[in-house]
C-alpha cells in the first residue's frame, strides 16, 4: 500500500474492476450497483439508480452522525477522470479536492 493518509475511499461501482483500491486502503467501501464482487471486498449493495451522486448522498446521510475525518468519493474506474500518476499526487491531500486532470 502506498503511504496514504487514512482517507475513508467510498467507491461507486457499476461493473468496473474495483480491485485497484486495495493498492491504496483497507478502509473502503464499496457502493455496488452491478454484479456481485468475490468475497473479501467491503461491500453495500444498492439498486441501481442515479449516477455516484447519489452514492454519495447515500453514504453521507446513512453515516452522518459518525463520517469519517476525510473521505474519498471516487468511481471504481477513476483513472478515466484523472490520469493515475495525478490521481495518486492529489489523493494526499486533506482538503476538497477534486479527482481530475485534463491533458
Same mark, same amino acid.
Given at each position: ?45 444498492? /439498486?441501481?439508480?442515479?449516477? @455516484? *451522486? ?5 453514504? +453521507? ?7 469519517? %475525518? ?7 474506474? /477513476?483513472?478515466?477522470?484523472? @490520469? *493515475? ?5 492529489? +489523493? ?7 479527482? %481530475?486532470?485534463?491533458?
Amino acid at each position: 500500500m502506498n503511504n496514504m493518509p487514512d482517507h475513508f475511499f467510498v467507491v461507486s461501482r457499476y461493473n468496473e474492476d474495483s480491485s485497484w483500491i486495495r493498492d491504496y486502503t483497507e478502509n473502503y467501501l464499496i457502493i455496488n450497483k452491478g454484479e456481485p464482487l468475490p468475497k473479501g471486498f467491503k461491500t453495500k449493495r444498492l /439498486p441501481n439508480v442515479g449516477g @455516484n *451522486q447519489f452514492d454519495i448522498a447515500w453514504f +453521507i446521510c446513512k453515516n452522518y452522525k459518525k463520517l469519517p %475525518e476525510t473521505m474519498v468519493f471516487v468511481q471504481a474506474f /477513476p483513472w478515466d477522470h484523472c @490520469n *493515475q500518476e495525478r490521481f495518486d499526487q492529489l +489523493i494526499k491531500n486533506t482538503e476538497f479536492t477534486p479527482l %481530475e486532470s485534463y491533458e
